[in-house]
C-alpha cells in the first residue's frame, strides 16, 4: 500500500509563491514509478485537478484552474514530486493533495483516476 505525504502547505501572502512536496511515506518506494497528480480543494468545493506528470518520460499536464501559475515536476534522486505555485491569489486557498498510480501514463494526459491518495496540506493566502 503507498502511502503518500504532502508538505509545504502554510501561510502565503496575496502574490507569494509555494513550492509543495509529495514524497513517498515508506521507505524502499520510488515514486518514479508512479504517475502523480495534484489537486486542490477549497472550502465548501470540490477537488479539482491541477495538473500530473507522468512516469513513462516525464511530460506534464495541466488544467486551467491554475492560468499557467502552476509546475510539477520530478526530483527522483530526492523521490520527491513538487508543485509549484506562483502569484498566489486568495482563490487558491485550499487543501492541496499528491494522487499517484503505478499505471504505465504515456503522452501529457493525465490518469482519469489514480489509486493512491495523501492527507493533504493546507494553504491559506491571506495578507
Known amino acids: 500500500q503507498l502511502q503518500l505525504v504532502e508538505s509545504g502547505g502554510g501561510l502565503v501572502q496575496p502574490g507569494g509563491s509555494l513550492r509543495l512536496t509529495c514524497t513517498a511515506g515508506?521507505?524502499?518506494?520510488?515514486?518514479?514509478?508512479?504517475?502523480i497528480g495534484w489537486f486542490r480543494q477549497a472550502p465548501g468545493q470540490g477537488q479539482e485537478r491541477i495538473g500530473c506528470i507522468n512516469n513513462s518520460d516525464g511530460r506534464t499536464d495541466y488544467t486551467d484552474i491554475m492560468e499557467g501559475r502552476a509546475t510539477v515536476s520530478r526530483d527522483n534522486a530526492k523521490n520527491s514530486v513538487y508543485l509549484q505555485i506562483n502569484s498566489l491569489k486568495p482563490e487558491d486557498a485550499g487543501v492541496y493533495y499528491c494522487a499517484a498510480d503505478p499505471y504505465i501514463q504515456y503522452g501529457g494526459t493525465c490518469l482519469a483516476q489514480y489509486g493512491y491518495w495523501g492527507q493533504g496540506t493546507q494553504v491559506t493566502v491571506s495578507s
Open positions: 515508506a521507505a524502499g518506494v520510488t515514486l518514479d514509478a508512479y504517475a
